[in-house]
């Protein structure tokens, strides 16, 4: 038996209109939802009980039963013909059926609440935007619960009905000798009820598809195809139940010089055949702007790679950034003057090492 005035959870007269009764649900259960009360176990319980009110509050049928007190549930005419004496109900099951239905333990016409929709969706970022982060604004195409009639589907001014062919549970049962087979209800899908006038806004469905404008912070160092999670900011969930999640994926621009690599940065720099001979400091390009002196020693071969330390992009969860990788490059002049080759023959000169002899060595020692 109820031992709580469900009129009294929810705040309303027990003349209230069901327009009292949506508002006041909706308002109970967006300030004790246990999303917005993760610190509170008492509020998980206080927004079941609310919950569990409006389910019967909202159901007119439901609500004229609760109404007429528990003579409602054992008075009454016994059904003829059967001797079983339930109190007008064929069999047992159906007392327990009605008693569900009563106190939210899933009876017959109820609405189940369930969580929204995860959305996805995708920003374009440039690739200095990606580096140095950036707040932007996307926008989410979220299913939202229809303000003309409240999530109910129906019409303003109706209500949905318990489903006539499954009785409200949303399943049919076929018996085959000693064995029986549920399925979906064929008449109202599953959902134990049936709306004889469709929302004209929602055509029945109880939502509508909105875009939703969000705020998000990229972090600094986000990486193309990096997921970041909006708690909440989804679609609304169904009778109640809680939002989906926002989830926003980064579309980073290449750069025509830097190749990214997890945190680190690739740079090819060109040095000219006497920097790489002689040795020289030359200045490198940083990803995020600006220069960085790098020392070549003399002798640098073309492909030697140089790795400057904390030179490249940020960890976007924190702790440090990683490193630029110089991949050097010797620029071989294409033309020369008379007075370069003159100087370049008289190198030749007196530096005639043979630079193929470790090849030809081991070509020779292989078998």
């Keep these: 038996m109820e031992t709580k005035d469900l009129y009294r959870i929810l705040g309303v007269s027990r003349g209230a209109s069901q327009e009292e009764i949506r508002r006041a649900y909706r308002r109970l259960a967006r300030k004790y939802h246990p999303d917005a009360n993760p610190d509170d176990p ?30 409602a549930f054992f008075g009454g005419e016994r059904v003829s013909g059967n001797g079983s004496g339930f109190g007008g109900f064929s069999n047992i099951s159906d007392i327990f059926d009605t008693f569900g239905d ?10 189940p609440s369930s969580r929204g929709q995860d959305v996805t969706v995708s920003v374009n970022l440039g690739f200095r935007e990606a580096l140095s982060g950036v ?3 996307v926008s989410a195409p979220v299913e939202e619960e229809c303000s003309t009639c409240g999530g109910s589907g129906a019409a303003p001014g109706t209500f949905p009905r318990t489903c006539p062919e499954c009785g ?10 000693f064995f029986a087979f549920s399925s979906t209800c064929r008449r109202c899908g599953g959902s134990g009820t049936v709306i004889d006038r469709p ?17 998000v912070r990229i972090p600094a160092g986000a990486k193309d195809g990096m997921k970041i999670r909006i708690p909440g900011r989804g679609s609304a969930g169904r009778n109640g139940g809680p939002r989906g999640d926002l989830y926003v ?24 055949f006497t920097e790489a001979a002689l ?89």
């Design 42 to 71: 008492s509020a998980e319980e206080r927004f079941k009980e609310i919950q569990h009110a409006y389910e019967v509050l909202s159901d007119p049928e439901r609500r004229r039963r609760y109404d007429q007190g528990p003579s």
């Design 102 to 111: 009563v106190f939210g333990r899933g009876g017959r016409g109820q609405r």
């Design 135 to 137: 707040t932007t604004r």
């Design 168 to 177: 409200g549970r949303g399943t049919s049962t076929q018996d085959q000798g």
């Design 199 to 215: 929302c004209p806004t929602c055509h029945g469905d109880g939502r509508v598809r909105n875009a939703r404008q969000v705020t």
């Design 249 to 272: 994926v980064t579309r980073v621009a290449e750069h025509p010089v830097f190749e990214r690599r997890g945190d680190d940065f690739v740079v090819e720099l060109p040095v000219s």
């Design 279 to 367: 040795g020289a400091r030359v200045d490198v390009p940083r990803p995020e702007g600006g220069t960085v002196r790098l020392k070549i020693p003399a002798g640098t071969q073309d492909g030697k790679q140089f790795r400057v330390r904390g030179a490249g992009a940020p960890h976007p969860r924190g702790g440090g950034r990683g490193d630029l990788i110089v991949r050097v490059r010797v620029v071989v002049p294409a033309k020369l003057t008379r007075r370069e080759r003159e100087i370049l023959e008289a190198f030749a000169d007196v530096h005639d090492d043979n630079v193929r002899e470790d090849l030809f060595r081991r070509v020779g020692e292989a078998r």
